[in-house]
């Protein structure tokens, strides 16, 4: 993703204790990472990170979207990774996704880490095992498809979709996506 390389200030939403932050940081020595997750994992990942190279450029923000706080502003990158399941199940992920647009500069990236629902036989049962789980928990699935992702992005302002399925590579089907905010 050739825009990459030009993003400075990322959101790393719902990102734990920052593994892909410190990833792309690493990448990226320009990329500051502004963390959002629950109080408890922002606590843990300021502990568990805090001696590791490029800590002094990542922010850990203690955030739950049940409360509708907002997460920011100003991104250049916003990155989301196995978290937008509930959204697209409860029809809400086009509104989330607005508010990600009102987050992001003009022009800004998205980028979207997600199981989709593409079965093979190598990863049928691992893909099963994970939405037994995701199930007996409550939720209705830990699957989001590719045309549910771009529908949504769509319907808020973004285009310019880039895709990858790996498959080989994880024990289930992940999408990688990516899309450019188009619209203002």
């Known amino acids: 993703i050739p825009e990459f390389k030009t993003c400075e200030k990322m959101c790393d939403f719902a990102g734990s204790i920052g593994y892909f932050s410190f990833a792309l940081m690493e990448e990226n020595l320009k990329l500051r990472s502004h963390v959002y997750d629950l109080p408890e994992v922002c606590a843990l990942g300021r502990e568990i990170k805090e001696k590791e190279e490029h800590y002094n450029r990542i922010t850990f923000n203690d955030f ?28 809400t992920l086009t509104e989330f996704f607005k508010k990600v647009n009102k987050s992001m500069k003009p022009g800004g990236l998205f980028v979207s880490n997600h199981i989709t629902p593409v079965e093979t036989g190598k990863n049928s049962l691992a893909l099963s095992i994970t939405e037994l789980m995701t199930r007996s928990l409550g939720y209705p ?7 549910d992702l771009k529908a949504a992005l769509s319907n808020s302002g973004f285009g310019n979709f880039r895709t990858q399925l790996l498959e080989k590579e994880t024990p289930y089907p992940v999408l990688l996506l990516s899309a450019i905010k188009t619209v203002f």
Request: hydrophobic share 30%; charged share 20%.
């Open 64 to 91: 739950d979207i049940t409360l509708n706080e907002t997460f920011g502003n100003g991104y250049d990158l916003f990155f989301s990774s196995h978290f937008l399941y509930e959204f697209n199940a409860k029809g």
């Open 141 to 147: 699935t830990h699957q989001l498809s590719e045309e």
